[in-house]
């Protein structure tokens, strides 16, 4: 049996998918036409899929700290957002 490494187990390896997915289902459940118990179903499962991508963005933060100051990682400054002038 072959072993996984890392990245394969890990929350970031499969955010995009997850997302996509995430996104598919929200897409459905705003039709209307899903039963009652189809979308608790759903909602169930998008919760799921909601805390993988968070544990994931989590993961990839701290992987960014560790990257950018490996004896220190609570040190590291946030990123500025996208457009901001700073």
């Not at 394969?8 to 955010?15: E, I, K």
């Given at each position: 049996?072959?072993k996984?490494?890392?990245?394969?187990?890990?929350?970031?390896?499969?955010?995009?998918?997850?997302?996509?997915?995430?996104?598919?289902?929200?897409?459905?459940?705003?039709?209307?036409?899903?039963?009652?118990?189809?979308?608790?179903?759903?909602?169930?499962?998008?919760?799921?899929?909601?805390?993988?991508?968070?544990q994931?963005?989590?993961?990839?933060?701290?992987?960014?700290?560790?990257?950018?100051?490996p004896?220190?990682?609570?040190?590291?400054?946030?990123?500025?957002?996208?457009?901001?002038?700073?």
């Amino acid at each position: 049996m072959a072993k996984k490494s890392p990245t394969d187990a890990s929350p970031v390896a499969h955010f995009e998918q997850s997302l996509e997915e995430l996104e598919q289902l929200v897409e459905k459940m705003e039709t209307g036409e899903m039963s009652l118990e189809q979308s608790l179903s759903a909602y169930e499962r998008g919760v799921g899929l909601y805390r993988q991508c968070q544990q994931a963005l989590e993961q990839a933060e701290l992987r960014v700290r560790l990257l950018s100051d490996p004896a220190r990682p609570e040190t590291a400054e946030p990123f500025d957002p996208p457009g901001h002038d700073g």
